[in-house]
Each structure stands twice: as structure tokens, then as C-alpha cells.
């Protein structure tokens, strides 16, 4: 189903064939992948697949008129802080514009269900970032190794000491710049919200990774959200 309204502003990649119309009407009808398609500057969702409801219990209307923050309700939230940290990382990068990520999404009626998602941005004729997604559910099992349940829980205690001892060596403006990266700002929006520029916004998130010896932004959000409590 297509956002009419979202449309009427983003419908360069739908009427110059990138995504035809006729294309997307057959995944409405016969496909079980959820298939979306967003606007990152705006955050509008311009079409999610009618498949939804089958999948995942909500209609397509759910998400238009909920949005964004509708969105963020249905991502568990041990998932959530990988996804954001992925997405964001998407848009600060020139090449290798694409993700492949195992989350869990709440039904309708309640439970969580696993979902493979496979993400792309690209740049539009108005130079400006899409997002093209799919959504489809796979089976995954958690197993646990109870023989390795001591040593795994002194490793954790380790890690958490030596990741205390790191958070230790943030200075208040990077804790600032940190929340903001954990809300869900790209480069750009950091400069704005701090009156620096890009250039700085971009070495402040670096040093972030670099003195929290994390590998990227998803594991610096996830830091944060259990380190910073944010």
C-alpha cells in the first residue's frame, strides 16, 4: 500500500521506474515478504506491503499514521540498539549501503516473532537518502550451553568491569554526543543540534568508538543503552 500523501513529495523513485507501480501491487497480493520504502530525511514511510497484515497482524494505515515512533514500539529492545546503530551506519557511509540484520518484531496479538530484515540506502535524483527494505520471518532457536554457564558468567563480570573502567574516560560532551547518537541523529542532524561541524560530529563519534573499543556505531548505542542508561 502506498503512502498517498508521503507520495505526493517523495514520487521520483516511483514514477521513474525504480520501483513501478505494478511491481509493487503483485507484492501486495501474493508476496509473504513485507517489502518498505522510506524517506530518511523526512522519516515517511512511502509504501509498506500489504503483507504486513498477515505477517506481522497490523495494516499498512498502522504505520502511516503511526510513523516512526510506531515503528520503534514494535523492535524488542534488546534488538533495538543494533538496528538503530546499523541504520545509522547505513546513512555515514559512501559505500557498502546495505544490512542484513536477525531482530525480533511484536505481533498484533502480543508475541515476538523473528524476522530477517535486508536494508539499502540509496541517493535519489533530488540527492537525497531512501531506504528500501525487506522484511520476511525465519525460525531461530536460542539454545543455551549450561556446562560453559560459570565461565561465561566470569567473563561477563570481566568485561563489564573493564567496560565500566572505559565509560570512565568519557567527558560530559561526549556523553552529550553520545545520547544524542543513541536517539537516533546521523551526523549531519549532531551538527545542527550542537553547532559544530559535520567534520566534528563525525570525530566526535570516532573517538566515542575508539575509547569505548567498540567496532561500530550499533555496538556504541548498544554501550550506551547499558552503561549510560540511555
Known sequence: MLNTEALSTNSDSISNGVFPKVTLEVFDRFSSTVLFYFNTQTEELIYVSDSVRATNGYSP???????????????????????????????????NRSRTLELRLRHAQGHWVWHEVDMIVFTDSDQSNRLFGMAKKISRTMYKDSSN???NRVCGQMEKKQMEEYCHSVTRREREVLHLIADGLSA??????????????????????SKLHVKNTAELIKVASTYFQL
Open 61 to 95: 494505515q498502522d504505520f502511516f499514521s503511526g510513523g516512526m515512533d510506531f515503528l520503534k514500539t514494535l523492535v524488542h529492545e534488546e534488538d533495538y540498539p543494533v538496528v538503530l546503530g546499523e541504520y545509522l551506519n547505513l546513512l555515514n557511509e559512501s559505500r
Open 149 to 151: 554457564a560459570d565461565e
Open 188 to 209: 549531519k542532524q549532531l551538527a545542527d543540534k550542537l553547532y559544530i561541524s559535520v567534520h566534528t560530529a563525525i570525530n566526535h563519534r570516532k573517538n566515542l568508538i
